[in-house]
């Protein structure tokens, strides 16, 4: 497996932010991290990619355990949080060029116009970062993540705050690593819908995971469309008649 995880604990003071989750993914795999705001998500991602330690429980990468040999599996990771850091005053191709030679890469220019080309930066790529659409920086992460041709694919939010061509295009960019193990968290079920071709994992507040569907396309009457529809309105189910009613009661009201 590319990325296991097993009984993994996060606690802020008296909150446990990661409650007991176990899940794998396997290469090849494309995987939506399904949850609202607070569940979880980028906690656990942070401890998969090693800028947070856990509490309990393991978490491997290609079979590296995270918490006995974090640079390992970070040789292994590409990763793009949620606030991507860049460099506004960098030109593209020269912060692109300062990430691969923290990575160590032979024939780095090579691979600095792959990706450019990967990702769809090639128009921008005479640009400052600062000039850059939100959508241009968001590729410029993905190219960063990239760059070292890694095992495991991890993104927090990507299509968080793009319009929605930008949305498709950061879509079809995730698509091409199939080959990769990929796991991507979004508060949006929609959003990975289109993505997610394995298995899609929802992550239930506090920190807990309530089932993995082996189809990222599920249907209107499926288990996370009622769990979401049951944090808005308990006790309903989303095709029921008394549940539309408080729904366009609800809109109403606000």
């Known amino acids: 497996m590319s990325i296991e995880v097993k009984d993994l604990v996060k606690v802020y003071g008296e909150q446990k932010a990661v409650d007991s989750i176990s899940f794998t993914v396997g290469k090849g795999e494309i995987v939506g991290f399904l949850g609202p705001n607070g569940a979880g998500k980028s906690t656990t991602m942070k401890i998969l990619t090693g800028y947070l330690g856990q509490d309990g429980g393991e978490a491997a990468i290609c079979g590296i355990s995270v918490r006995e040999h974090p640079l390992e599996t970070k040789k292994k990771i590409g990763y793009l949080p949620e606030a991507n850091p860049l460099y ?26 792959t990706v450019i080309t990967l990702v769809g ?16 920086k968001q590729r410029v992460g993905l190219a960063a993540a990239l760059l070292h041709e890694p095992e495991v694919l991890i993104l927090d939010e990507p299509t968080s705050g793009l319009d929605p061509n930008q949305i498709i295009e950061i879509r079809d960019v995730i698509r091409k690593w199939k ?5 991507s968290s979004s508060s949006i079920r929609e959003d990975w819908w289109r993505i997610a071709h394995s298995a899609s994992y929802g992550l239930k507040m506090p920190g807990r995971i309530p089932y993995r569907s082996h189809s990222a396309r599920t249907p209107k009457h499926q288990p996370w469309n009622n769990w979401i529809t049951s944090l808005l309105f308990p006790g309903c189910r989303m095709d029921s008649g008394s549940c539309r009613q408080q729904r366009r009661m609800k809109l109403r009201n606000n």
């Not at 080959?179 to 796991?183: D, E, S, V």
């Open 88 to 113: 506004p005053d960098m030109y593209v191709r020269e912060y692109l060029g300062f990430i691969a030679d923290i990575h160590h890469l032979t024939g780095k220019r090579q691979r600095i116009e």
């Open 179 to 183: 080959p990769f193990a990929t796991g």
């Open 121 to 136: 930066l090639s128009v921008e790529s005479k640009k400052k970062l600062g000039q850059l659409s939100k959508g241009y």
